[in-house]
Structure formats: structure tokens, C-alpha cells
């Protein structure tokens, strides 16, 4: 018996192990990225990139795969322990199982309830720590409420714990120093800037320029690209951009923040990249399902001069995005039903956002937002790094 619970808890941890690490590398290719072409990308329910985007992914700024990595692997090595040293560490693995398990029911509900999104990977996790629970519960002498475990057992267990903060500070590290990590994060206040990761020494705009077209009138082009900041600007700075991404929402908060402190230097020039299969071909599954129907909508409200009062308003309430709430937020600014209607058939606004999206795929956008100085890729993803891009620039 003793022998085949370990069997199980062994079979747990390695399982959880293993999907941790998938997990966190899927969580910072999305964090890069904005989406990924994981095959657990099955539609908008079945989607592991929603639950990687959502605010529930990480705790205190830290993947919850971290967490998961260090505490699977503390249970490999009290697994290890309890096969040859004996049963005196039962409880140590009883417990941690037990608080594995909590913290697994805990984000299952977040995920199936809060966000409707079922994450496959997540649910191998949610497994592995059945599992891990099932073989320890099956253990010999595992009890953690006699005397001699809590006076004895926990002091004698502590070091074992050590696997789980080694894990979360190796990570910490390496996050403070290889900027590839590093990605806007969305923030739920309206100023959110500075306290995204901070700058390094690494170069901030690619090399060679890039000429991109700017449209400046409805006469131009499939249309007027909509602008902020003096056309005569020194500085020219293209945005490719997807409404319901929240890396888009962090990067809008940094603009405006960082863009008052160039004012006349800079001409913001928005252009539409949603990575939503029904106009972005580039899309193999669906992942953000009203991003055209924002872009579109945006541009109803630019007819009217309202493109960045609505644009403002659906970043702001970007987690609150559906079609009621988007007829609602169109309405906020100026526009009848009928005008919604009668430009929501207008094929000219969605072939514009098409030939947005061509462009971007010409430059080789791979992800939102992405970002050109004057031509040039803008690489990093901070506040500050943005703002030295600027400065370098000018």
C-alpha cells in the first residue's frame, strides 16, 4: 500500500512538474506576444491563451506556474524522502497535497465560473494534484494534528519547503534580467505606468526603418488613419493595436502618460491588428472575438470625430467588452442605432481594417501591440523603455 500511494504521488508531482513548465512558457509567449498557436486554443471557451491573459494568471506580479513548479518539485523530493527514509514525512507530503488541492479548486472555480474558460493544461494541473492528494491521502502515519507532528514534524520539514522559494526566486531573477520576459500587463486603474518592469541595457528600436503609409484624410487611401499630435510632428509613432487585448490596454495607459511629456513631438497614429478570426486571416483560432466588431465600431465613431473618445472607452472597460456593452459605449459618444446599423454593413470600414491588417503582416506583426518609432520597431515593452525610445529618437 505504502509503496503504491507513492507510486501515485510520484506519478502526480512528475505530471504536474512537467505541465507547470509547458504552462509558464505558454504564459510568457502570450505575455510576448498578446496570443499564441498553442494547439489548447480549440475556441473562445476551450482557451488556454484567455486564462493565460486573465488577471488570475499571476499572483503578485509572479506566473501561478511558478507557484505550481516549486511545489510539485517539493513534492517530488518529500516523495523521494518518505521511499527511503520512511513514513515520517507523510504528513509533510499529506499536507502540502492538501494545499495543492485547495489552490486547485480555488482556480478551476475562477476559471470555469469567473471567466467561462476552460484551460486544458490547467485542468492536466488540476489532475496531477488529484492525484498527489489521492496517494497521499493513502499514506501510513500521516496525520499533521498529533503533538509529535506539530512540535516535531515542522521544524524537521521546513528545509523541504525550500524547492518552492528557490523556484520563485530563480524566476524573480531572471525575470530582473533578460528582457524578453518583460511585456505590458494590463491594469485596472486609468495611470498605470512606472510600475511596469523598469529599463535595461538593451536596444530599444530595431535598426532599420520601415516605410509605413499614413492616410491623413477620408479621401486617402481606404480611409482616414486616425491620429493624435501635430501631423508636422518630428517623431511618427504607429501603433498596431487589438481592442480586446489586454496588453494593449497596459500600453494605452503608458501613452497616455508618457505622450504629454512630448507634446508636439509626437504624432500617434492608430492602426487596427485584431486577432480575431472573422477579418484577421492570419488567425487559425479564435482568441478575441469582438476585436473586429470594435474596430469597426471605432471607426463609426471617427465619421462623427469621436474615434479616441470611443477608443478611450473601450480600453477603460475593456474586461466588461460584449455587444450590448458595445452598442452602449458607441451610443456614449454620439451615435444613433440606425448610424451603428448603417456603418456596421458599410464594407469600406471593414475592408480598411483589413488593409491594416495586410500592412502589419508586411512589417511582420506578430503580436499587439507592436510598435514603430519613425519606422522603426520599437522592442521593449515598459514605460521607461518607451520613453527612451523617444528621447533617442529626437
Known sequence: MKRSALALTGAGSILGFSLSAYSLLHHLEVRKRGFSEAACNINETLSCDRAALSSYSEWFGIPSAVFGLGTFLTAGILIGLAYRRGPKYHPHLFLLSCLCGCTSIILGYLSFIELQTVCLVCIGIYGSSALLFTG?????????LNSKFLFQGVPQGLPFVTPLFAVIGAYILLESHFSPLKQPRPHPATNATDSLPKVVNQPTLAEQPIDIPIHPTAYSGLGEDYRKGPDEAPLTLVEFSDFQCPACRSMHYILQTILPEFEGKVRLVFRNYPLDPSCNPAMSRPLHSHACKTAVLARCAGRINKFWEFHDAVFQQQPEI?????????????????????????PHILDKIKDDIQLGQQLGVQGTPSIYINGKKFLGGSADELRMALKQSL
Open 136 to 144: 497521499s491521502a493513502l499514506l501510513p502515519e500521516k496525520s499533521f
Open 322 to 346: 460584449n455587444d450590448k456593452n458595445l452598442h452602449l459605449w458607441a451610443k456614449s459618444v454620439g451615435l444613433s442605432e440606425e448610424q451603428i446599423k448603417t456603418c456596421l454593413a458599410a
